[in-house]
T-cell receptor, first 113, second 114 residues
């Protein structure tokens, strides 16, 4: 069974620090990797996606992918209290489309002022 | 800005009632999904559709049913609601084959069955 594992947290970091969120997946055929942010009581929203090994940066966010280790991470630089949310890792092994994503349970991040 | 709409946002009903949760999207997406999520818990896929007249059950067994008569519309129905159906229901959609087309979520319907 395909699985996506995340540390549920909570992960607590001080304002201005780097938050590091990690995710491992079991299906070696996985091709697309996504990070969603979900505020309490709200719907998930996409913040990053990555398809190739290496790093992808978007503002304060960096997604890192290592297919050999089946590992994907999200770094948040200069963390702000508004980053406090649950971050969901999602993996798709069908390539390209985000259909039938497998979601991790999410890591709850708390950024303390 | 959401182009996928769910109604109602909140619903409180009594046990045994039949309910339909509505989901519509204006993006022309072929794939649509229903997820169930309890507070603080993970997302569970309960139904999906790859196009008109296509519906499949997801990973989590659900007593609900869905239909896809039109591309833009993917309603979910509970024939007889029970307290165990109390949860948040999230509808989502995406376009097949587009690497940079994200999974769009609606705002969700929070259902309480008393």
């Amino acid at each position: 069974q395909k699985e996506v594992e995340q540390n549920s947290g909570p992960l607590s970091v001080p304002e201005g620090a780097i938050a590091s969120l990690n995710c491992t997946y079991s299906d070696r055929g996985s091709q697309s990797f996504f990070w969603y942010r979900q505020y309490s009581g709200k719907s998930p929203e996409l913040i990053m996606f990555i398809y190739s090994n290496g790093d992808k940066e978007d503002g304060r966010f960096t997604a890192q992918l290592n297919k050999a280790s089946q590992y994907v991470s999200l770094l948040i630089r200069d963390s702000q209290p508004s980053d406090s949310a649950t971050y969901l890792c999602a993996v798709n092994s069908n390539g390209g489309s985000q259909g039938n994503l497998i979601f991790g349970k999410g890591t709850k991040l708390s950024v303390k002022p | 800005e959401a182009d996928i709409y769910q109604t109602p946002r909140y619903l409180v009903i009594g046990t045994g009632k039949k309910i339909t949760l509505e989901c519509s999207q204006t993006m022309g997406h072929d794939k649509m999904y229903w997820y169930q999520q309890d507070p603080g818990m993970e997302l569970h896929l309960i139904h999906y559709s790859y196009g008109v007249n296509s519906t499949e059950k997801g990973d989590l067994s659900s007593e609900s049913t869905v239909s896809r008569i039109r591309t833009e519309h993917f309603p979910l129905t509970l024939e007889s609601a029970r307290p165990s159906h109390t949860s948040q229901y999230l509808c989502a959609s995406t376009k097949t084959g587009a690497y940079n087309s994200p999974l769009h979520f609606g705002n969700g319907t929070r259902l309480t069955v008393t």
